[in-house]
Each structure stands twice: as C-alpha cells, then as structure tokens.
C-alpha cells in the first residue's frame, strides 16, 4: 500500500504538472515542463521552514498530515471497494483540511480563502446526488458492488448519464486554475494556502496529488467500471485533458458567481433525481 | 450478536458499545467520522489559538488580535464538549440519542461564537441562537415521528428492509441538524472575519459537516 501511495503521488503530480502545460498550451503560451509540480514538490521539502508568529501552531501542522491521511484513506477504500458514502465523507472533510488550512494562520488573505471554502460548499451537493443516482441503479454504495454491477449491465455512464457529469464538476471544482477555484484567487495571494511553505506546502501539494489520482479514478470506476491498469491511467488521463481545456477557456468566476452556478447545477441535479425517482419506483 | 442491516451503504459494524438496550457501532463509516472528530477535539485540547492580523481600512496599519485568557479557556471547553458531543453523534445506534448530541453540538456552537465581547459577534450569536432553537423542533419532531409511526428509535430495527420510516420524518431530521449546525449561516455572514480563534471556531464547522454527514448515513439506511 505504501509503495502504491508513493505511486500516486508520482502520477498526481505529474496529472498537475499536465494540467498545467495543457492550459498553457491552450492559451498559446509554451507553459512549464509537465515535472514542473514533482520538482516544486521536491524543493519544498528542503527549503526553510517556520511556522507565522500568529498561527495556532497545532493547526497549522495538523492539517497538512490530515490532508495526507484523509486523501491516503480515500484511496484506501477505492482500492478495497469500500463504501462510496466514505468516499463521500472523506470528500467533504477536504473542506475542513481548506478551511482549516486559512484559519490557522492568522493570516488576513489565509482567512479569505477559508470562507471562500466554505461558501462554495455548493460545489460539495453534486457529490451527494450522484451517490443517490448510482444507488437508484445499483442498489448499493460498496463500490465493489458498482463496479460488479457494470461488468454485468455495462458503464453507468450511459444510463447515469447526469450524474457523470454531477461528479465531472465536482472534479473541475476542484482543479487548480478552474472557474470555481476561488479559494486561491490571485487578488487573495494564495488564498488558504499563503502562509503554507517550505515543507508543509510539500506535504500539502503531496495531499492535493492524492485527492486527484482519487477523484480521477474514483469517476472512472463508477461510471466507466474497472479497467486494465494502464488502461485505466489513460482514460484518468483523457479526463485530465479535458478538464485542463474547460480551465484554459474559462474564467475564475466571482465567489457568489461559483455558488450561485454550482446551486443551479445542484438544483437541476435534485429534479433529474425527482424524475429517476418517479420512473424507478 | 449484532448484525448492522445496512453493511452494503456504511460497511458493516467494526466493534459495538452497548448501553443497555442502546447499542452504539462503529462502521468503517462512523469510525473514521469518530476519528475525524477525535483529532480536531484533540487540537482544541492543545492548540493555543491564532492571534489575527487585520489591516487598518484605509491605511497600512496593520495588528494581531490579542486572545485573552478567560475567552480561550472559555471558547475550549466550548469547543471541548462541541467535540464530545459530536463524537457521540458519530457512533448513536439510536435516533433519539443523535438527536440529543446534535442539539447539544448546537448549543456549543453558539457557546463558541457568542464568548466575544463584541457587539456584532454577539448579535450574530443571538441570532444563530434562534435558528438553532427553531431547529429543534422539526429534530425532535422527526425523532418522534419515527416513534410514534414504528415504535422504536433504535437504528439497528430501523434500518432493518420492511421497517416503513416516513419520509416526512427523515426531511425534518435532515432540516434540524441543518439548523443546529449552524456553519453555513455563521460563514456567510461577516462576523468570521471580527471573531479570532482557529481551532476553537473551527470545531463549528467540524461538528457542522459531521453531523451533516451522520444524518445523510441514518436517513439513507432507514
């Protein structure tokens, strides 16, 4: 488990490093090499590190291991087929690493990204309808059942086909430099993030590498189904690309522009369940 | 002995805490919830808290906000018994003991924010006092529902197939615990901003999305 941890990780990076050049490439410019975020991740780990003076220093510390140790397990349970719910649960509690992360430091612009995160927990809802749309199908939320459920009645992409895209947004609301990434807007440094450096933004960039591999592989085996592993790379890898162009095209929307889009969504969400609701029984 | 008739949507029961006839389990679901809470209890218990910076409007003046020592030993009791109960929430086996910690997370929530003495933090506080109180009533009210249409609160017979929980029942548990956790409406207001003292506010939004996460497995399994 610990040298394919150590492998995400790699593979996380390297899916930054990608969504990087692929947006720069988009925009026409020549963008950093797809290493760029291992070698960030590596030079963080040896440069000076302090805590702020006006940090609750416990915190501060804590919630770079709890963004490791959450993100770790979540890839626990996909790996072991566990309960999607859990993968639910672990996903919501990234909100408190986010807030947690601002709020430590005492930081002005740390703060603001931890009420933009929790603000936008709109973009948390899609989750929640997608676990309720899989389950009208497969009657379970073990994952191994789902994915046992697929080999059996083909790709829930097809029939689920609106909570595939409930959890593609949940993934784009999560990707760096994406129309809902307003957590670490420019015009608040970097946002929850600012006081984070040295080693403990290695350790956080090493938890946001994990989260995702997860939510990558997680989408293709709920609505994909288990595939052979390079297979399954490459497909995680499309996906990538095709969030990496949505960023590129796209700009960061306001705060109250990202709730209001994701409760719509959410909201539209919530009817499609009505009407599965109704035709299922 | 006991078998949690719900494995396939939490996972099935690691270890069981008996109380009488009130038996309390630990998922893989409601165990990492437990621990989630544990830790953060745990940094309440030994985190001093940050001392906030605020820039002058106008200007480039700039200071840290002091925490006294009455407000931090206040605001981590309150933050304490908010995680105290909250671990409770996590592992109930029974309806009307969840909705007992989820009031009780409630209270300490308010606990937390209205230990400043400022005017605006109090106000607001006075005003998550309402919604949490309100809250109770579609909380209890849903708990005594499920009673009066089922005859138990105990999770383990209703999650049992063939036991008919109203739905009504399960939207008021939802509305109350919405209310009690009172994250979303104290972060959308700019009092976060005035109040200093992460980890302690910080325990609000902890105890606020575990209890979320709890009701979602209770009313998804009933």
New interface residues.
Partial sequence: MILYLLFATFIGLLYHGIHRKAIARVQGRPGPPIWQEILHTLKFSFKETWIP???????FI?VVF?AIG?WS?ALY?LLSG??L??L???Y??H??VE??MG??????YG??GA?RS??S?ASELPL?VTIVAV?FFT????IA?IVAYQEVHGPLLIVAFPAAVAMYLVILSKMHYGPFSIIEAKEIVSGNMTEHFGVWRAGLQVGFALKTYVLLYAFVLLFIGQLPFVLMLLVMLLILISLSFVCAVTPMLSPYDTVTVQSLVTGALVIYIIILGVIMG | MFNLPTG????QELFVLEFGDIVNYFS??TA??FV?AL??TV?AI??????????AFGGDAYG?KEVSIDLMRFQRFMAIACGLATLGAMVSGDVFNFTLFASLVGITNIGIVAAYRNRHVLNAAFQYGIVAMLATVPLFGGAAIILASTGTLSMWELFADGVAVPIIAKAFLVLGVMGEGM??FY??KAE??RA?G??F??MV??SS?LL??RV??IV?SM
Avoid: C, M, W
């Avoid at chain 1, 709020?103 to 002005?108: E, N, R």
């Fill in positions: 003076k006006t940090a609750s220093q416990s915190l804590a709890v959450i397990a349970v566990g309960s719910l859990l639910f649960g672990i919501l509690l909100k408190i807030h947690g709020l430590s430091s005492g930081s002005p703060k603001f009420i929790v603000i927990a929640l389950y009657h379970s939320l073990s059942d | 396939n949507i939490g996972g893989p679901y990492a919830l989630f830790i953060f940094l030994v985190s001093r808290p940050e001392r906030q910076v605020d820039i840290a994250a979303p972060v959308a976060i901003t200093q992460a980890p506010i910080l939004h902890v999305l979320f996460l979602i497995e998804i």
